[in-house]
């Protein structure tokens, strides 16, 4: 089965500073999506980013980046500059036949 | 991308009863789903609503508990059954295929569910 493995239950980060989250994931396949979701305290879910399995290149919106290592099955995401709007739940999930989530990760940013 | 509605937004309800809720999205989307997210938790997966046939349901969820229909590609509903203080938690409704958005999931903003 695959698994989804968020390691940081709560991250904290100073406004206009970096945070990077972590993410693992236990699979056999070879293809297949990553998804980082934020879920503010609103609970509405919001897709930041997502990466293909079969593309090298790490996926950048604006100031959130992945840094995807296939063969270490690691998908962790960089917040830069980051903003009070940032704090929230970040969901890490993998995609297959149906979508599997880590645990989540609770980022607070101080101002 | 989707806007998705969920009806009703919170309930709470007593034990023994059923509840239904809705989800409804602006354009036909090929897949929807049921997840339960209970306090402070990650989202699981209820199941996968087909529709005009029966839902495909995870492992440790049954149709007699959770009935669900989707009687067109815009619309589903799920029905938490004989309730109990355990069933406790938000149901988030979600969609993909919707527009080019293949292998992209959408959610609504979550029905939260209080059972006495």
């Known amino acids: 089965a695959q698994t989804v493995t968020q390691s940081q239950p709560e991250m904290s980060v100073q406004e206009a500073e970096t945070v990077t989250l972590s993410c693992t994931y236990d699979?056999?396949?070879?293809?297949?999506?990553l998804f980082w979701y934020k879920q503010p305290p609103s609970r509405q879910m919001i897709l930041v980013i997502r990466?293909?399995?079969?593309?090298?290149q790490n996926a950048t919106e604006n100031r959130f980046s992945v840094n995807f290592q296939k063969a270490a099955k690691s998908f962790s995401l960089k917040i830069s500059d980051s903003q009070l709007g940032d704090a929230a739940m970040y969901f890490c999930?993998?995609?297959?036949?149906?979508?599997?989530f880590g645990a989540g990760t609770r980022l607070t940013v101080k101002p | 991308s989707a806007v998705i509605s969920q009806k009703p937004s919170r309930d709470i309800c007593q034990r023994g009863t059923s509840l239904t809720i809705q989800c409804q999205v602006d354009?036909?989307?090929?897949?929807m789903f049921w997840y339960r997210q209970q306090p402070g938790q990650s989202l699981t997966l209820i199941a996968t609503?087909?529709?005009?046939?029966?839902?495909?349901?995870e492992s440790g969820f049954v149709i007699d508990k959770f009935p669900i229909s989707r009687p067109n590609l815009t619309f589903s509903t799920l029905t938490v059954s004989n309730m109990s203080p355990e069933d406790s938690s938000i149901y988030l409704c979600?969609?993909?295929?919707?527009?080019?958005?293949?292998?992209?999931?959408?959610f609504g903003p979550g029905t939260r569910l209080t059972v006495l």
């Open positions: 699979t056999s396949e070879s293809d297949y999506y």
């Open positions: 609503a087909n529709q005009g046939s029966e839902a495909t349901y």
């Open positions: 979600s969609v993909e295929g919707a527009g080019a958005s293949y292998n992209e999931q959408f």
């Open positions: 999930a993998y995609r297959t036949n149906d979508m599997r």
């Open positions: 990466q293909e399995a079969y593309k090298q």
């Open positions: 354009s036909q989307v090929t897949m």
